[in-house]
């Protein structure tokens, strides 16, 4: 028998569902087990809602009775063997059958069949990932551990199940150093040799950008960021998705700035639609040929590869300001770049407190600042589009921008136009 585990530090309300699960397996005749994340971070202290039931035989079918028990509703993958439980007090269940998997090829997303819970345990990344509790009551808490992922999690290890386990599936290298980062674990001496060797083989040449992307988004969203990109630089990650890439060697400066930033533009901006994302990217790449390069190789969205593009110019578009710019020559100059990259580049440490100031101002005010005069304005009082004409209302917004008119017919008197 496994050891029992305590479930004193989760919230009663899910240690009732848990036991409401085990039950409706009893009669079901299904063995049910909580999975994975929930049981590593319940043995470490750790507050984890990210709940994955294993269902051993059809999850689909079992999701489905239990949804109509809750009266909750389910999503089912009938493909992948799993189903998603939303219940009435808004909490959402995984479940999924337990698989044993085969890989046809190095990188290829598996193959999966019916199989048991151990069998399912072996096929996951890390030890400390393949850990079940059962569910059933005669057997409710018990420890399922089949490959002394317990020893691992004591002793502060991240280690794989079998040799070929990057290989198998690259995108375990990042996972590895987000949970060993995230925990303050140490990735086995062994797995990180074998890192090196997957990387050595280009296996992360045969799959996706988008998987690799999403795996970069996920280390993006811890704590420990700095401390996990010095690990992806010390085993040249980036540089193995495409030779331009490196990372920044001032990258703690420039993730300390994007908190800034984001912090900022949540405070300041409250109702500017901020990609927070895209600050987080602009510390990873900040050369112009890797930004081209990696974006395809990522397949980053056009409108992420536009505001990173946008970063590196503003770096240069900078130097135009000076502690004596009118307004009308910032919004100038501001005006074409997104506020993401502005809000990341003022928090930069070596910008001047009198150039902070003016991107601020911007941010704040100018550029949501209307013209009190407009083409359609100047068209019914008989111009003609033309560039005089447009040079005519830039004059008329420059004007009203520096605060020398306030009013429409100030403008007007400005640029000599009857009323």
């Not at 294993?54 to 028990?69: R, T």
């Not at 925990?183 to 090196?196: P, S, V």
């Not at 395809?296 to 409108?303: I, P």
Request: aromatic share 8%; net charge negative.
């Amino acid at each position: 028998m496994g050891e029992v585990l305590d479930f004193s530090n989760i919230s009663p309300h899910i240690r009732r569902l848990l036991q409401e699960i085990g039950m409706f397996g009893e009669e079901t005749s299904r063995s049910v087990y909580v999975v994975g994340g929930f049981v590593r971070d319940l043995l470490t202290g750790r507050e984890n809602l990210d709940i994955d039931i294993v269902v051993e035989g059809d999850a689909v079918d079992f999701a489905g009775q239990l949804a109509k028990a809750w009266e909750g509703q389910v999503h089912a993958h009938h493909q992948f063997k799993t189903a998603a439980i939303t219940r009435l007090d808004g909490l959402k269940l995984d479940f999924v059958s337990a698989r044993s998997e085969t890989y046809s090829s190095p990188g290829a997303l598996p193959s999966v069949e019916y199989g048991t819970i151990v069998e399912d345990l072996l096929r996951r990344d890390f030890s400390i990932n393949a850990l079940a509790i059962q569910l059933r009551p005669d057997t409710f808490g018990e420890l399922v551990d089949c490959t002394d992922g317990l020893r691992d999690l004591r002793a502060g290890h991240i280690r794989t199940l079998h040799e070929q386990s990057f290989v198998d599936d690259p995108t375990r290298i990042f996972r590895a150093i987000r949970y060993e980062g995230r925990y303050n674990f140490q990735i086995t001496a062994g797995d990180q040799k074998r890192i090196l060797d997957t990387i050595e083989q280009g296996v992360l040449d045969l799959i996706s950008g988008q998987r690799i992307r999403n795996e970069i988004d996920h280390i993006l969203s811890e704590e420990a960021v700095p401390q996990m990109i010095n690990r992806l630089r010390e085993f040249d990650l980036l540089g193995a998705i495409h030779p331009t890439w490196k990372a920044p060697p001032d990258f703690d400066i420039l993730w300390t700035a994007a908190g800034q930033a984001i912090e900022w533009a949540s405070t300041s901006l409250p109702n500017e639609p901020i990609n927070t994302g895209a600050i987080l990217w602009m510390t990873l790449l900040t050369a112009p040929d890797a930004i081209e390069a990696v974006s395809s190789r990522l397949a980053l969205e056009n409108q992420l590869y536009a505001k990173l593009n946008a970063q590196t110019q503003l770096e240069h578009d900078l130097n135009a300001l000076s502690a004596l710019s009118k307004p009308s020559e910032v919004y100038h100059l501001l005006n074409p770049y997104p506020p993401e990259p502005l809000a990341f580049g003022m928090m930069q440490s070596n910008q001047p407190d009198w150039r902070v100031e003016k991107i601020g101002d911007y941010l704040t005010h100018l550029m949501r600042v209307q013209p009190l005069v407009t083409g359609e304005d100047l068209i019914q009082r008989g111009l003609k589009p033309s560039r005089a004409f447009s040079d005519l209302l830039w004059k008329a917004f420059a004007a009203q921008l520096n605060g020398q008119v306030s009013t429409a017919q100030e403008i007007y008197q400005l640029l000599d136009i009857e009323k």
